[in-house]
């Protein structure tokens, strides 16, 4: 079973950058697509931002041109870099694997943006 760690998240102010990082724990990781999700208390959880495995991007409307997501596969690494961030991004941030009929979530980090 794939596993993945994410890392990254912390406190900023408000037009700050943080650039989130997620490993997974096998090389199934370079033919998948790889995703950020974010999710609010009380709130349905929302795709930010979306990266296939020949590279093709895709961004929510909310965070295109801030949000910048990106990977290395020789290191099982999948990034998502948050600039100009604004208090609204402020919540908890998940990576997620998709390969066929698997689908593997991360156990999420917290970005705080300070106004």
């Known amino acids: 079973q794939v596993q993945l760690v994410e890392s990254g998240g912390g406190l900023v102010q408000a037009g700050g950058s943080l650039r989130l990082s997620c490993v997974a724990s096998k090389s199934v990781f370079s033919i998948s697509t790889m995703s950020w999700y974010r999710q609010a208390p009380g709130k349905q959880r929302e795709l930010v931002a979306t990266?296939?495995?020949?590279?093709?991007?895709n961004y929510a409307d909310s965070v295109k041109g801030r949000f910048t997501i990106s990977r290395d596969n020789a290191k099982n690494t999948l990034y998502l870099q948050m600039n100009s961030l604004k208090p609204e991004d402020t919540t908890v941030y998940y990576c997620n694997l998709r390969f066929s009929i698997t689908q593997v979530w991360g156990q999420g980090t917290l970005v705080t943006v300070s106004s």
């Open positions: 990266i296939t495995s020949g590279g093709s991007t």
